[in-house]
């Protein structure tokens, strides 16, 4: 049994106390495994089993690994249960199983994963129906549960990524969004953020994650930031000014890649005559000219900021923009308010697969006046991964601690394929500066003095 519906799981823990807390759980690991199973089941095994490229392992990698991770922390850790597979540990342990070797390990099945991933699931109900959200760190307000529905989350994104990087006939279908509430050209490009300190992190949300903890303050200069994400038709203007060609705009280890790999565009792009082209999950269309760029890694994002004469963010900078509301000098859980992303207030949830048009989503504005902070592409910064003052690695120091270091680069605000219980204003993503099969795009800043934005939106 794969998937439990969400009525069934709603009655199975309808007398538990505190309920509120019991039924979001339920909905988080319910909403994520509806995604796990759409993005598994509309492929053969041969499709499941292959390793589409060598920047991911196989689908039916995450599959398992998904499973035995439910099974490490919800039935033996918070259910104290014995193991049901506890031979697959080591097999499905990211930090000792390279990616780049994965598809050589003997993996289960495809349709054995599904099989684990059912069996866990309804001990894992189980489990969550008899246990307590007060206590340990561990149970408290729930907070194992939301970590493995986080977990599961991050790997539908990830799976989703795979299925942009396998070539074959288009499997997934989901509606464009719509057009722009506001036609970028009548939007300012750029809006201030005052100086002045602001709390940046989390010791209060119940679900947030060991980096994004704890509070502290920050106190953070003024600067001028990008009203939306830069679009593909502004990043077309760095391609058409020869900016894949000039090694002033690019860092140096930035250089030395753009050569070795030969970049020339974002990732999936093609010249068709004075067209650019993109392959997008099984289908070619023409680059959408309003919507924000992804697919470009770090170095990229870097060399378009400083041919524009800006940068990109500082973690706390972007922080701030997304979260500090200066009439009440409270930070906000999202640009919007305390209440989780939804489809009004951004395009989160692989409810369109693709991002939407810059000037979207008016209501999910900061209050600094920046539109689309959260969803559509995750944003680079300028900042290197490590932890908050006073880090405490919880629950394992393999979520976060390990990854710590200046080989990896933060991105914030999640993506049109993340999950909405993981897309909040605190939530920290990183990867190396190289990768760009994740949905990367980027805004950029300048400080108070500098020449103002002159370009394209």
């Known amino acids: 049994m794969n998937h439990i519906p969400i009525g069934t799981v709603t009655a199975i823990i309808a007398e538990s106390r505190p309920q509120t807390v019991k039924v979001r759980a339920a909905q988080a690991l319910d909403a994520a495994r509806r995604h796990t199973l759409t993005l598994t089941e509309c492929l053969d095994e041969h499709e499941l089993t292959a390793r589409h490229s060598p ?20 039935l033996r850790e918070a ?11 080591m097999l499905y342990n990211t930090v000792e199983q390279p990616w780049a070797t994965r598809a050589e390990l003997p993996l289960l099945s495809p349709d054995a994963a599904r099989a684990y991933l059912g069996q866990v699931r309804i001990h894992a109900l189980e489990v969550l129906s008899d246990a307590p959200v007060t206590g340990s760190p561990l149970f408290q307000d729930g907070f194992v549960f939301g970590m493995v529905a986080q977990h599961e989350q991050q790997h539908d994104e990830t799976m989703l990524a795979t299925h942009q990087l396998r070539h074959g ?31 940046m992190g989390t010791s209060t949300d119940p679900w947030a994650l060991d980096n994004e903890r704890p509070a502290h303050t ?36 930035g250089w030395k890649h753009r050569q070795h790999v030969g970049l020339e565009a974002p990732l999936f792009w093609q010249r068709d005559g004075d067209t650019w082209l993109r392959r997008r999950f099984g289908r070619t269309e023409e680059v959408p000219p309003d919507e924000p760029v992804v697919h470009v890694c770090w170095y990229e994002a870097d060399a378009y900021a ?20 200066p009439a009440t000098g409270r930070s906000w859980r999202n640009p919007w308010g305390e209440w989780e992303a939804d489809s009004w207030h951004a395009n989160v949830g692989q409810h369109h697969l693709q991002p939407a048009p810059v000037g979207s989503y ?22 290197d991964f490590t932890g908050y003052p006073g880090f405490r690695a919880f629950p394992h120091r393999e979520h976060s601690e390990v990854f710590f270091g200046p080989q990896c680069n933060v991105l914030r605000g999640g993506s049109f394929a993340t999950g909405p219980t993981v897309c909040r204003a605190t939530f ?26 002159m370009r394209a939106a």
């Open 55 to 74: 920047l991911v392992p196989p689908l039916v990698w995450d599959m398992a690994h998904i499973a035995n991770q439910e099974e490490i922390w919800l």
């Open 79 to 89: 259910g104290g249960r014995p193991a049901l597979r506890g031979e697959l540990d």
């Open 169 to 199: 006939p288009a499997v997934l279908h989901a509606p464009p969004p719509g057009p722009a509430a506001t036609p970028v050209h009548r939007l300012p490009g750029e809006v201030l953020v005052p100086a002045g300190e602001f709390i």
């Open 218 to 253: 920050v106190d953070v200069p003024a600067f001028w930031l990008d009203t939306t994400p830069v679009s593909n038709a502004a990043y077309q203007e760095f391609i058409a000014d020869g900016g894949y060609a000039e090694p002033l705009w690019w860092h140096p280890e």
């Open 306 to 325: 400083r041919w524009a004469g800006r940068r990109l963010p500082a973690e706390a900078e972007w922080e701030k923009a997304a979260r500090h509301d």
């Open 362 to 383: 008016p209501i999910g504005t900061a209050p600094c006046g920046a539109g689309q902070l959260l969803g559509d592409v995750w944003e680079w910064t300028s900042s």
């Open 428 to 453: 920290r993503n990183w990867d190396f500066p190289v990768r760009r099969q994740i949905f990367a795009g980027f805004r950029t800043v300048r400080d108070v003095d500098g020449a103002p934005r």
